[in-house]
């Protein structure tokens, strides 16, 4: 089977793909939805690890990556950044519920934390 996304599938020719949630951090429960995606379906069911670009509610854009096949299934690893408001959040790593298609998007529902 193919890979999901070839290199350079980024909606802007980059590997990296956005990620727009819907809060201004992560937290068990939120979502967040990645766009640019060449087939979306077949990410969510068979995901392979992608560079994001996670645009918060406030604005604030930071780094991610979504890995696979770790012990804990996928994860979401996010740096620590500082909301508009100033308010630093710590780097962390957040397993990942599930993957969903949602039209011509995958979401990313977030479980928890990652025990160090």
Do not use: K, N
């Amino acid at each position: 089977m193919p890979e999901a996304e070839p290199a350079g599938a980024g909606a802007d020719g980059t590997d990296t793909f956005p990620a727009v949630c819907a809060h201004t951090h992560l937290f068990p429960g939120a979502r967040c939805r990645v766009q640019g995606l060449s087939d979306p379906g077949a990410f969510a069911a068979d995901p392979s690890p992608l560079d994001v670009d996670l645009r918060f509610s406030d604005g604030v854009l930071t780094a991610a990556q979504l890995r696979t096949g770790t012990p804990a299934g996928a994860v979401l690893v996010v740096p620590a950044y500082t909301t508009a408001a100033g308010t630093s959040v710590d780097g962390r790593t957040w397993r990942v519920r599930e993957l969903l298609r949602a039209g011509d998007e995958v979401e990313i529902a977030v479980a928890g934390l990652l025990s160090p």
